[in-house]
């Protein structure tokens, strides 16, 4: 039974938070973004994003953040990123208003917010299969290139995989702000709540706060206050469409530290925390942190430092920092209330959480928010196991499992990439965002046989879930997931039954000829 510790560490996670904007999360728990990379590869959100989002709606949280939405089709961080169209159309505004309508779960009246994560990746844009030719360069605000590793090596692949970026003009600035504002429309005009401005992990709002990355002495950098200028005209254009005042929640995703020498500090960060406060028109600030240089924010090793499992969030310290520098600022001094504080990254247990949200001293807490990625990869509903009365402490966490099992030889061989464990480790994780999604499509399909559905019904399918113990999906190796969520669904099963026929009668005529 769960102890009366028990219950204080519920009551803190389901008390409800309320944006400046004025939007109420029924409680504190947020899916952070994650890379779902579930796109068909025509910029629209599919039926399969509607699936995993509709399941996550179902899991309890208080507000979802969806993965990168790029706000240009020519920038792209995957060949699979869902994009703003330059010339949205109809179906532009179907997709997106059926993504957004999937976050609306029939079994809950408490719905969650649905907030889109706008980004644009700058030097990060591959220059393959990423939306321009290779000979088009990416953008940055100064041209300097992309290094995944310490080494002569790594040096070679970033000028081989992303090339050296041009640096931005007057004119680039402007466009990638009107960019920004053309999502923010989009994501009202489609039934969001609001967007989340991605300046996190060395994509390009990051790269032009990054004193190594923008080297400008103009308007645009020069001093740790100017390298604010393009998020701050990002913020003032939108907000002069959608105001806070309208309801429209805008967010900000920040590093506390880039991790690489001439990065972004984490004294850099508190100072553009004070600073964001003190421009106003922002809803919440998560904390994150690293680059594709050096990808502190998506590590499987951090997980297992003693150190981060006992504490579990692996940005807290930063978060504790930047909450109580918020809490110093006078309110009569603010344009707008102070943004609320989300923490994300390693944060696994209810215990762990709960010490997060609450302060047992005058100091304020780590974090208004927590945001939960990887657990909502490996458990969908994992809030119901967190805030159910009936499940002790010790068991409401997410499943333990091994993102690099079967595939440390690869990283062992190419351990002089930044990237190499990390990028395994996301890849793993969106084949598990792509296993719920299957699943949710195929109850969907056998729910449609049921009612007789007719063809060319084009009303969304809803499949109402309450993620009740032991309906979370298997946790395979790295080699048996991929299987299942990449081959197994394009491969009929007459076809396997055919082949495994072929096979057995060669066998079969094998042990003929031996006997």
Known sequence: MPSKLDLEHIAAITQPAQLPCGLTLSNRLVKAAMEEMLSSGDGLPSELDEALYETWAEGGYGMLISGNVQVS??????????YVPSSPSPSTSTAFSRWAQSMRPLSDA???????????????????????????PSLAPSPVPMSVGPNILGYAVGRLVWGTPKEMTEADFDEVIEQFVAGARLAKET?????????SHGYLLAQVMSPKANLRTDAYGGTARKRLTLLFRIVDAIRAELTQKSGFCVGIKLNCSDFIKGGLTEQDALDNIKWIAE?????FIEISGGTYENPEFMNPDVCLRPSTLLREAFFDAFAHRARWLLSTLPPSSLPSPAPLVLLTGGLRSRAGIARALSSSTKSPPAADLVGLGRPAAADPFLPHKLLRKTVPGDMARPPSYDSLAGVRWIRFLFGWLAVAGPGLDVLYHTMLLRQIALARVKEKRRVERLNGRRKGDSTPTKVVRTGVEGESLPLSNFWVLGWRVWVAPLVPAWMLGLAGAFVFAVLGRGWKWAA
């Open 110 to 136: 408490s719905q969650p917010l649905a907030i889109m994560q706008l980004n644009h990746p700058g030097r990060q844009s591959m220059r393959l299969f990423c939306g321009r030719p290779a000979s088009q």
């Open 279 to 283: 421009h106003g028109g922002i809803d």
């Open 73 to 82: 089709p020519k920038h792209l961080g995957t060949p699979l990123d869902i």
């Open 191 to 199: 039934g969001w709540d609001g967007v989340e401005l991605h300046a």
